[in-house]
């Protein structure tokens, strides 16, 4: 991995993609610390010191997946969150609505698609900045706060947070699609590995600072996390870059004196072709009902009843995170791998399965073979991601938001670098193609 980066630095074209990916996530990074105006700084931090207590830590996740600007109320506070809900939200239309699906089959389809995120994005960013103008205007009623967070209540104060966030999730937006398009990795993955990165020093200095003060985390609570988060990595490794290879042959074809075919390659099958897309879907939506719960008023009984079936840790909890990253893993997979089409293409090129007959045989073939190996990779990042939470309670270092963080820092870097290796593969091929042209012309 150190030396294909070394090798990026030499080429041109790659240090430029580097440079540009490296200069937009410092941009996003330098706006999740300037805080919206009118906020008592000292106030704001209460609120969500007793909020993160009221939703169970939850609150905490959110602020994790926006590197910290949630809790400080910056301009990035909302992050890629209403992106991401309009992403899962248009992808599930696409299922449903058979004039979206077709839409999406289309040539420029996928464009007009992104477009109409973007605009369920900025919807979703304007109802949750309206949500929370009127809650830091009243923190009173949701955690009993009787310090004023806002310096100017009034409409001007509404106006200008609205705007504010709003502007904000587009520009991110916007960041993480350039980033996606002239630089190296998925942007908005990028944008939320930052985030988790950027939190991991407090939360390692926290984690360390425990043995010293709290006397029920001791020695083999740290050994037990440290375990458990090599674990992960190791897995996440393995998962991440583990392959099925289907054998192909293609047929040999003569064409005047020339051959064509006749040789054997392979069609690779990645076990996690999701990613870690699943992974930021399920905790995305995992976290909106206690989240949406803790903030409502502390008046209304039944809120902490609801709050807490869907809090960390009970078995519905539990069952409904694991199913969603199963589900979104099965998903996600189907919408980026279309076995028809691969049998379609094989067939066109004169390539074939042995002993599987091309057209509808091959796509069966290739849809039971993916489903197959689908299925340990969605269980994998289930269990990674629920077991940690069994234990939270005997470790009580918040091992959900780092079980969590772990897979989507590791899978993001994997991805990532891959990227980078398949440029530099291009590269030394384009090289020696130029190479063996020059010889040519010299010995002509």
Known sequence: MIKAFQNAL??????????????????????????LPGIDDAALKDFFEA????????????DLFSGGAFAQMTIFALGIQPYISAM???????????????????????????????????????????????????PGAIVGLDRTIV?????????????????????????????????????????????????????ASTLFGRLFSDPKFGLPQL????????????????????????????????????VFGGQTTHLPLRVNAAGMIPIIFAVTLIQFPSTALGFLPQTWGWVDGARGIFSSGTPLYMITYALLIIGFTFFYTAVQINPVQMADDLK??????????????????????????TLPGALFLAAIAVIPIILQAGLGVGT???????????????????????YLTMRHYEGFLQDRRMRGRRSR
């Open 223 to 258: 050994a037990i996390f440290l375990v458990l988060a090599v674990i992960a990595i190791m897995g996440t490794v393995y998962i991440q870059l583990a392959v099925r290879k289907i054998p192909v042959q293609y047929a040999r074809r003569v064409v005047g004196r020339k």
């Open 51 to 62: 909020l993160k207590e009221r939703t169970g830590g939850m609150i905490g996740l959110v």
């Open 151 to 203: 310096t100017n209540p009034g409409w001007m104060f509404h106006f200008v947070t609205v705007i504010t966030l709003m502007a904000g999730t587009s520009f991110v937006m916007w960041l993480g699609e350039q980033i996606t398009e002239r630089g190296i990795g998925q942007g908005i993955s990028l944008i939320i590995t930052i985030g988790i990165l950027a939190g991991m020093p407090g939360g």
């Open 10 to 35: 030499k080429i041109p074209e790659l240090r430029k993609r580097l440079f540009f990916t490296a200069m937009l996530l410092i941009v996003y990074r330098l706006g999740a610390h300037i805080t």
């Open 88 to 138: 899962i939200i248009m992808q599930l239309l696409t299922v449903v609505i058979p004039s979206l699906e077709k839409l999406s089959k289309e040539p420029d389809g996928r464009k007009k698609i992104t477009q109409y995120t973007r605009y369920g994005t900025v919807i979703l960013s304007v109802v949750q900045g309206i949500t929370i103008s009127f809650i830091l205007l009243n």
């Open 348 to 373: 066109k090129y004169g390539g074939f399965i042995p002993g599987i007959r091309p057209g509808k045989r091959t796509a069966e073939y290739i849809n039971d073979t993916l489903t197959r190996i």
């Open 400 to 422: 959900l938001i780092e079980g969590a963080s772990i897979l989507i820092v590791v899978g993001v870097v994997l991805d990532t670098m891959s990227q980078i290796e398949s």
